[in-house]
C-alpha cells in the first residue's frame, strides 16, 4: 500500500482537481485548528495532523472533519487500517481510527519520523535509524548508521532514504547492504519524496 505523506502545509488544506488548461483549487471544510503539519491518505480516508489542534480524519473528501477520538502527540503512519503514532515515549497503535491506543514498541523512543514498507516499520530516532518485522511487539535492529539523528524516511522497493538534521541525505541499498552519503550535508531534510527515479528532497529554509 503506497501512502501519500505531505509535510508542511500551512493554514489551511486544499484539494486539487486537474483539467487541460489548468489546476483548480477548491477549499475543503477544515479541519480548522491551526497550522496543518502532515496529510496521509488510507483508501477513502484522509488525515491530518495539525500543529496546535490535534488529528482529524475525513471520510467524504474533506466535506466534514471528525478529530480522532482519543488524541496522542507525534508522527504517524498507517498500515492494514490500523494507525501508528511515534513520540519521546515510544510507540503506539489504534486499530479502532484513533479510540483506544497501545504502546507496542521494546526499549525504543524518541521517535522522529516512521515509515511503513512491505510489513517492515522503519523508525527514525534522535539517535539513529532502527527496523522491526513484528512492528516493534519484540525488539528493534540498528540500521547501521550509529546515533546520526533522522529526520525523514522514503523507502522504495529494494531503496531506502534517510535525511537528517546536518548530516545529509544517505541512501541504503539491500543488493549490497552499504550505506551511501549523496551530501547535502548541514541542512535539515525535512521530507523526502520519491518519484520513478527522481528523489525529492525538503528542507527547512533551503527549499527543495
Known amino acids: 500500500m503506497k501512502l501519500a505523506n505531505i509535510h508542511y502545509i500551512i493554514f489551511v488544506l486544499f484539494i486539487v482537481t486537474f483539467s487541460k488548461i489548468e489546476a483548480q483549487w477548491e477549499q475543503t471544510n477544515g479541519p480548522y485548528c491551526g497550522d496543518v503539519g ?75 519520523t516512521m515509515e511503513i514498507q512491505d510489513s517492515v516499520l522503519f523508525v527514525g530516532t534522535q539517535f539513529g535509524l532502527y527496523w522491526s518485522r513484528n512492528f516493534g511487539y519484540n525488539s528493534w535492529e540498528s540500521a547501521g548508521l550509529g546515533e546520526i539523528p533522522v529526520s525523514s524516511i522514503a523507502v522504495k522497493d529494494s531503496l531506502l532514504f534517510i535525511g537528517t538534521y546536518e548530516s545529509g541525505v544517505y541512501r541504503f541499498s539491500s543488493s549490497d547492504s552499504n550505506w551511501i552519503n549523496l551530501g547535502l550535508e548541514y541542512n535539515y531534510i525535512s521530507s523526502i519524496q520519491l518519484s520513478n527515479d527522481v528523489v525529492f528532497v525538503g528542507s527547512f529554509e533551503n527549499g527543495v
Open 38 to 112: 502532515s496529510l496521509f491518505l488510507n483508501d477513502e480516508k484522509i488525515y491530518a495532523t495539525t500543529l496546535q489542534g490535534g488529528k482529524f480524519f475525513s471520510t467524504n473528501n474533506g466535506d466534514t472533519w471528525l478529530p480522532l477520538r482519543s488524541q496522542i502527540p507525534g508522527v504517524i503512519t498507517i498500515f492494514n487500517n490500523s494507525l501508528y503514532v511515534g513520540n519521546l515515549n515510544g510507540i503506539f497503535i489504534s486499530t479502532d481510527n484513533g479510540g483506544d491506543w497501545n504502546k507496542i514498541n521494546s526499549g525504543l523512543a524518541n521517535i522522529t
